[in-house]
């Protein structure tokens, strides 16, 4: 069963910047795309930004040209920067096996998902 594990979360002042990981110790994420999704209080989740088998990105349009999702190796990351009190949220990333597809989807249909990290943005 593969377990995804998040973490980079913290408190960060706007403007600031962040780095969220996703890792799945014991298995590699080669194969898997990857979304991060985030929910903030009040809120539904919502989907930031994926990431295909082939390396094929998407971002909604609050976070692009701030966040930038990559991947080495089993790692997965989301990078933040320009971050605003409105990203406050827990993120989650998100895995569904995909091998060879350049695809990836923000729709919460993955099959597997970590326990989140709490970002706050505030001064």
């Known amino acids: 069963q593969l377990q995804l594990v998040e973490s980079g979360g913290g408190l960060v002042q706007p403007g600031g910047s962040l780095r969220l990981s996703c890792t799945a110790p014991?298995?590699?994420?080669?194969?898997?795309?990857i979304t991060w999704f985030r929910r903030a209080p009040g809120k539904e989740r919502e989907g930031v930004a994926c990431?295909?088998?082939?390396?094929g990105t998407n971002y909604v349009d609050p976070v692009k040209g701030r966040f930038n999702v990559s991947r080495f190796k089993n790692t997965v990351y989301l990078q933040m920067n320009s971050l605003k009190p409105e990203d406050t949220a827990v993120y989650y990333c998100?895995?569904?096996?995909?091998?060879?597809?350049?695809?990836?989807?923000?729709?919460?249909?993955?099959?597997?998902w970590g326990q989140g990290t709490q970002v706050t943005v505030s001064s």
């Open positions: 990431i295909s088998v082939t390396r």
């Open positions: 014991g298995f590699g994420l080669d194969d898997y795309a």
């Open positions: 998100a895995a569904d096996w995909k091998p060879r597809s350049p695809m990836c989807t923000m729709q919460p249909q993955y099959p597997y």
